[in-house]
């Protein structure tokens, strides 16, 4: 069984950093790429950052672009990203997920998703 457990959200001040973990079990993570997304109340899910399975490849939203950084231990099948500069309207539910379709930024090439973790940027 596939599970991705994300953590590491909470309430952040504007200016300040947050760093988000994904854990992955039931599957080979290199295999698949992984991204992350996220949603805030009222809003659909949007694409934030995503990085392939050997790592060699990154992508980000133009939003989020030089402000957060994903990375990923394959030996630890686990995903991270590093957000900096955080802004209030960055606050949303982030949500890890492992796909394999090569569609990176879209929703529907993720078969997996994890249970989301709040982040909260106050200004």
């Known amino acids: 069984q596939v599970q991705l457990v994300e953590s590491g959200g909470g309430l952040v001040q504007a200016g300040g950093s947050a760093r988000l973990s994904c854990a992955a079990s039931g599957l080979s993570s290199s295999r698949y790429d992984m991204g992350w997304f996220r949603q805030a109340p009222g809003k659909e899910r949007e694409f934030v950052a995503s990085?392939?399975?050997?790592?060699?490849?990154?992508a980000y939203s133009d939003s989020v672009k030089g402000r957060f950084t994903i990375s990923r231990d394959n030996v630890k099948n686990t995903v991270h990203v590093q957000m900096n500069n955080l802004k209030p309207e960055d606050t949303a539910v982030y949500y890890c997920?492992?796909?394999?379709?090569?569609?990176?930024?879209?929703?529907?090439?993720?078969?997996?998703w994890g249970q989301g973790t709040q982040v909260t940027v106050s200004s």
């Open positions: 997920a492992a796909g394999r379709s090569g569609l990176v930024a879209a929703v529907a090439s993720y078969a997996y």
């Open positions: 990085i392939s399975g050997s790592g060699g490849a990154t």
